[in-house]
């Protein structure tokens, strides 16, 4: 097996602040990899160590067999990054942005023409090479950001919340667009706060704690282990909540103004609405959002 990324042990201290704690990750060529977890978990200072943005304080690092340490130059030719600022510049055009910067990841002109026509073609954006940044939606900048990171015909993709506070229709677009990479056997690692982005996307989940991994298994698998079961949501009331726990195997999670009972089986969850009186905002299988919570004791919100 081809290991992309190999990290072992890997910490980061700012000053007295840990932000991580002894991190060890393999991704196999091919793979793609979510990392989920709340502010202050150690995701984008994983993520800044992998590409040589950010100086590990101690533990063992490889990127394509190499240390980002000393040989960042080097992974940076083979790694495409989406960053969660999109960082483009306002004074120039859409086709001005990417021949520019065709030119820092080392294309000739001829390839840049080619290359920008291509990904732009790609990402249904095309008809806007003459137009200005500023002049784009946030899709747009968003798809954009993607055709940059695409330019040198990256190995492995870094995706750091690729698609946060984008519309329905532009976030299918981007995961078909991912999903069309990891046909391409493209080794992606994307960081996200949507639970059904790591299930569409993710052939494996870490989830980060505290500047640590405390869960790392494919999302099936994350469920069985975690959360197994179905779900009921109901509206929290002291009273009802007291009446939930009083049925016994169910297991009840409060969750901002809303309570969720979990159990082994959806007619479990039928038989308390009918014995209690109290029909559940929804019935639903048990998900990642719901192994998160068990696993962090924090929702993974947009804005988490």
Not at 231 to 248: H, K, N, Q
Request: overall charge neutral.
């Amino acid at each position: 097996m081809s290991l992309v990324i190999a990290a072992q042990e890997v910490r980061k201290k700012f000053g007295e602040a840990e932000a991580l704690r002894g991190v060890t990750l393999s991704v196999p060529k091919g793979e793609c990899v979510g990392l989920l977890g709340p502010n202050g978990a150690g995701k984008s200072t994983l993520i800044g160590i992998l590409y040589g943005f950010v100086q590990r304080t101690s533990g063992e690092l490889q990127v394509f067999g190499l240390d980002p340490r000393t040989q960042s130059q080097a992974i940076k030719r083979r790694v495409g990054v989406v960053p969660q600022e999109n960082a483009l510049d306002d004074a120039l055009t859409v086709g001005e942005n990417m021949m520019l910067f065709a030119r820092f990841v080392g294309l000739s002109k001829p390839r840049s023409l080619a290359r920008v026509a291509e990904l732009l073609a790609y990402m249904n954006l095309d008809h806007k090479k003459d137009a200005l940044i500023h002049e784009l939606s946030g899709g747009m900048k968003r798809r954009l950001a993607f055709v940059r990171a695409l330019l040198a015909d990256p190995e492995c993709l870094i995706l750091d919340e690729p698609t946060t506070g984008l519309d329905p229709a532009v976030r299918h677009l981007l995961w078909d667009k991912v999903a069309e990479l990891r046909r391409a056997q493209k080794t992606i690692l994307v960081s996200t706060h949507y639970m059904h982005e790591a299930e569409a996307l993710c052939d494996r989940v870490v989830v980060m704690n505290h500047g640590g991994i405390v869960a790392n298994d494919t999302p099936r698998a994350l469920i069985r282990t975690h959360a197994p079961g179905f779900v009921g949501i109901f509206t929290a009331t002291p009273a009802l909540r007291a009446r939930l726990e009083a049925a016994g195997s169910l297991a009840v999670t409060a969750r901002g103004e809303t309570l969720l009972a979990r159990a082994a089986t959806l007619d479990e969850l039928v038989r308390l609405q009918n014995e209690i009186g109290v029909e559940a905002q929804q019935l639903r299988p048990a998900n990642l959002e719901d192994v998160f919570l068990k696993i962090t004791g924090e929702e993974l919100g947009e804005n988490a």
